[in-house]
């Protein structure tokens, strides 16, 4: 059996990391020594990169690695393995040479890859994209971002930054502000925060300011609760319509906090979905994705496998 890859996942909240063997005649790879610590997200670049260190050794700890595939928030320049840009949820997170220290620290190739290119990934090669030529994952929660997997390969655009789903615009978030500074976009709409935001000005209930209270609420049968998932899954529909005539892959993905909060949300995307796409493209399978919390892993796994063996495709010039 050849040796295991160390993938890591560095998110806003949490570092995860698992030794990942490679799955037997095409079989679903194999995780091993899953942990899993809190981020110091507030620390800066050093206690973030500490903390992910520390877990891997640990995860490693015994064994021979062949490669390290890490799986990052913000926008990665891949050929370098730094981040180029981030948000607020990692302090300093933007310009942080991410491979450097693991290549140093395990001495063997390190790939790095954005957390929903890698979700995506993992989701094509181990969920339901297995088998298929291709896949779009999109990823509604605390941000709304996807990743397109054509012919088994994240692509990840020239500058890192494929897949921001969330900063197209749509007419219900017009005047809207969006993280990214603009206004106007999906994200600010349709993602958690932005649908505890929407329920707020059609005046629901003070105490629904959490994204779980307001799904509780919406499974209840409150009625302002309920409108707020159906506008932000209608308009988030409309955009997946568009990208269906754009990117016409085989199957989309749908997965994050708000996807798998029911409450109306899915069938309003669906009829999202109806308005905008093409008949050509119309019937095109939008599943939940199945691959598991464990995607990004297993996505990042698989990145640090294919720069074993070939130069990442669609990577930015280093």
């Known amino acids: 059996m050849p040796d295991p890859v160390l993938a890591l996942d560095l998110g806003g909240t949490k570092i995860r990391a698992a030794l990942v063997h490679e799955g037997e005649g095409g079989s679903t790879p194999r995780l091993e020594h899953v942990a899993e610590v809190a981020t110091p997200a507030t620390s800066g670049p050093a206690a973030i990169l500490g903390a992910a260190l520390d877990l891997a050794a640990q995860v490693a700890a015994g064994t021979a690695v062949r490669a390290v595939g890490l799986s ?3 926008v990665i320049d ?5 981040v180029t840009h981030a948000t607020s949820s990692l302090t300093g997170w933007a310009g942080t040479d991410v491979l450097t220290p ?3 620290r395990f001495g ?10 890698a979700h995506g990934l993992g ?5 339901v994209g297995r ?3 291709s896949l779009l994952l999109v990823a509604v929660g605390t941000g709304i971002g996807g990743c397109h997997v054509l012919g088994g390969h994240a692509v990840v655009g020239a500058h890192g930054a494929a897949g921001h789903v969330g900063h197209l615009p749509v007419p219900e978030a017009e005047g809207i502000p969006c993280p990214c500074g603009r206004s106007g976009h999906l994200e600010g709409l349709a993602s958690g925060p932005g649908i505890v935001q929407l329920a707020a000005r059609l005046g629901a209930d003070p105490s629904l300011r959490e994204g779980r209270a307001l799904a509780a609420a919406a499974a209840a049968g409150d009625e302002t609760a309920r409108e707020a998932y159906r506008v932000a899954g209608h308009a988030t529909g409309r955009v997946l319509g568009g990208l269906l005539n754009v990117l016409d892959p085989e199957v989309v993905a749908l997965t994050g906090g708000v996807a798998e909060a029911g409450a109306g949300w899915f069938e309003a995307v669906t009829r999202g ?15 939940p994705a199945s691959a598991g919390s464990h995607a990004a892993l297993l996505g990042a796994a698989a990145r640090a496998l294919e720069e074993l063996s070939s130069p990442a495709p669609h990577s930015p010039s280093r």
């Open 102 to 104: 693991f290549a140093e």
């Open 131 to 133: 088998g298929r030529s």
């Open 123 to 127: 989701e094509a090669r181990c969920g």
């Open 273 to 287: 979905i109806a308005q905008e796409a093409m008949d050509v493209v119309a019937d095109t399978a939008v599943l």
């Open 72 to 74: 990052s928030a913000g």
């Open 108 to 117: 063997v190739p390190v790939s790095v890859l954005n957390d929903v290119h």
């Open 78 to 82: 891949s050929g370098r393995g730094r």
